[in-house]
């Protein structure tokens, strides 16, 4: 059984799937607030980084057996048959996990950056991306 308690929103869920992912050592962890966005297709996107296939495996299957386990809706996952960026769908949450390549190709962070970012500090909590940061996060965590 998990550690982790049932999220109470959306940020919650979004902040838990950051962690399980970071449970799994998922690199470059961050989450995009669309809730502002006029037309975004959900509330939160958590971004992350894996070196494999099989570490592709291990995340989303910690993700799913944890909000399994927390009597959550289960996510409807795509992308299992190539294991290149793979997504978990919750509705108010998406979750996209991609090996570097792939990342780096889609850029997503730049396409929705109008949202507000945030990443896991030292501690595992979520600390907001200042917009003077902003672009060397992205350059960090994607581009490099």
């Given at each position: 059984m998990s550690n982790y308690g049932k999220p109470r929103s959306a940020k919650g869920l979004a902040t838990l799937?950051?962690?399980?992912a970071d449970d799994k050592l998922a690199k470059d962890i961050v989450i995009i607030d669309l809730g502002s966005l006029e037309f975004s297709p959900t509330?939160?996107?958590v971004i992350c980084t894996c070196e494999s296939e099989a570490q592709i495996d291990a995340v989303v299957y910690n993700i799913e057996r944890t909000i399994k386990n927390l009597g959550l809706l289960k996510p409807r996952?795509?992308?299992l048959d190539s294991k290149?960026?793979?997504?978990?769908?919750m509705f108010d949450v998406v979750i996209h996990i991609f090996?570097?390549?792939?990342?780096?190709?889609?850029?997503?962070?730049?396409?929705?950056?109008?949202?507000?970012?945030?990443e896991l500090n030292e501690s595992r909590e979520l600390r907001k991306i200042t917009d003077k940061?902003?672009?060397?996060?992205?350059?960090?965590?994607?581009?490099?």
């Open positions: 799937c950051a962690k399980l509330n939160y996107f996952i795509e992308g290149d960026w793979v997504l978990l769908d090996l570097k390549d792939i990342r780096n190709y889609y850029k997503l962070e730049k396409l929705w950056g109008d949202g507000n970012f945030y940061n902003l672009l060397n996060v992205i350059k960090d965590k994607v581009f490099s």
